[in-house]
């Protein structure tokens, strides 16, 4: 049951589309923080794009909808185990996440099991291989967390991590690129913790209704936060508000090809002299198919009867896993 209840929550958030109230609610949320060293690995940039709106180093512990990615490479690497092990096995879970193949079992009994999200090959390879090798950032709350857990007094083996001082990231340090997939993915957690609370406290049909209410809202107060115009845009909307226009629709293609073929996606950047245009692609998983399925084929009978009253022209179904469900479409400032 519980996982079902993540499943929907994970799914919902995506790209259902609500009704529009005033700006400035949710506003609080806690800036980025960087670590100075290996910025130019690979896999760093590629853990915090595909990892961290999941498992974000600076979430709170009842904030998170995943555990921390140090956790994951404590429970993954003891004294013994080499590179190429440990990438194996971060290899076989993310491509069959499942309850008996856990080492987590404390993540499993909270969280769930991850949801089944085909990545490519080369991506998880290049993730796996800057964990290994590379002390990664932990919450201020953790190590204390996992001794405890542990019954110890001092963590062992590689599966140490680095507590760094949290620096405050000003957007104007960052490139365009990194700038949007900040307000990308702090919006998408913003969404994720937000609706998690509803579903822990109220069940997963009220979850439904909460989207219909607040989802707009939550989105709108992101954008007062990063200063920013931040959209979620489909060819297949949900509410007819977030139909793509020709240009989103061109940019929704370009990414489909992309997935399709295996690859890694970018985003895509289009400036004017004095404004960025940022696209990024919003793309299914298991858990998304409750609410982005086909009827009577994953997707969650009561939950679409919620969704069809809610949204009567609803074209958001069909889906499989690892489809390009919509893209992020958020214009800033240059300055």
Request: charged share 25%; aromatic share 8%.
């Amino acid at each position: 049951m519980k996982t079902n209840l993540i499943t929907l929550m994970l799914s919902i958030f995506l790209l259902v589309s609500c009704n529009q109230t005033k700006k400035g609610e949710y506003a609080d949320v806690k800036e980025a923080t960087i670590n100075s060293n290996n910025q130019e690995h690979p896999g760093k940039k590629l853990m915090e794009t595909n990892c961290y709106v999941c498992h974000s180093p600076t979430a709170t512990m009842e904030d998170r909808i995943g555990p921390p990615m140090i956790a994951i490479k404590k429970h993954y690497i003891s004294e013994n185990t080499s590179k190429e092990e440990f990438i194996t096995n971060i290899q076989n879970w993310t491509k069959n996440p499942n309850e008996e193949d856990a080492k987590m079992f404390g993540a499993v009994r909270k969280f769930g099991v991850m949801p089944k999200t085909p990545f490519p090959e080369e991506t998880i390879n290049q993730i796996a291989d800057y964990m290994f090798d590379n002390d990664i950032e932990q919450p201020e709350w953790f190590e204390a967390h996992f001794n405890e857990e542990r019954g110890m007094k001092k963590g062992k083996g590689k599966g140490k991590g680095v507590q760094k001082k949290k620096v405050s990231v000003d957007s104007q340090d960052l490139t365009f690129e990194e700038r949007g997939l900040k307000y990308a993915l702090g919006t998408k957690a913003e969404l994720g913790k937000n609706l998690m609370g509803t579903i822990q406290t109220k069940g997963t049909l009220e979850a439904v209704e909460f989207c219909n209410i607040k989802a707009y809202p939550i989105t709108d107060s992101m954008s007062v936060v990063y200063n920013a115009n931040i959209k979620r845009v489909s060819d297949k909307a949900r509410n007819s508000n977030n139909q793509a226009n020709l240009k989103e629709l061109q940019h929704i293609e370009n990414f489909k090809k992309l997935i399709e073929d295996n690859q890694e996606p970018k985003p895509i950047i289009e400036e004017t002299d004095s404004q960025v245009m940022f696209y990024f692609p919003i793309t299914t998983n298991s858990m998304c198919l409750q609410c982005h399925g086909t009827p009577n084929n994953g997707l969650d009978t009561e939950a679409y009867k919620t969704i069809k009253r809610l949204y009567p022209k609803d074209m958001a179904i069909g889906y499989d896993v690892n489809e390009v469900r919509g893209i992020w479409r958020i214009d800033f400032n240059k300055e």
